[in-house]
């Protein structure tokens, strides 16, 4: 079965930058979406970005348009999200999901922490 593995989550202090990374265990053929979650202690799992495979086109949340930016990497099925200007509203658990054709998968979250 594959697995997804976000990885770059961290501290990191209000102003600062990180890049999380989304790599599958095995490749996966027929990627349709790419998209970034995120869950903040006491609140329900919202999308932080997207983009679709076919055309690279991307969508982000109002919260954080300007400040982050989603990308891929095709040939090796990844997906980043370089995250900028981080404000201590970013903290939560970020999630990696990826659509293809016949499946959805997962990843296990990678936590980001903004804090002085």
């Known amino acids: 079965q594959v697995q997804l593995v976000e990885s770059g989550g961290g501290l990191v202090q209000p102003g600062g930058s990180l890049r999380l990374t989304c790599a599958p265990s095995?490749?996966?053929?027929?990627?349709?979406?790419m998209v970034w979650y995120r869950q903040a202690p006491g609140k329900e799992r919202e999308l932080v970005a997207d983009?679709?495979?076919?055309?690279?086109?991307?969508n982000y949340a109002d919260s954080v348009k300007g400040r982050f930016t989603i990308s891929r990497d095709n040939a090796k099925n990844t997906v980043y999200l370089q995250m900028n200007s981080l404000k201590s509203e970013d903290t939560a658990v970020y999630y990696c999901?990826?659509?293809?054709?016949?499946?959805?998968?997962w990843g296990q979250g990678t936590r980001v922490t903004v804090s002085s």
């Open positions: 999901h990826q659509r293809s054709l016949r499946a959805v998968y």
């Open positions: 095995a490749t996966i053929f027929n990627i349709v979406t």
């Open positions: 983009i679709r495979n076919i055309d690279g086109s991307t």
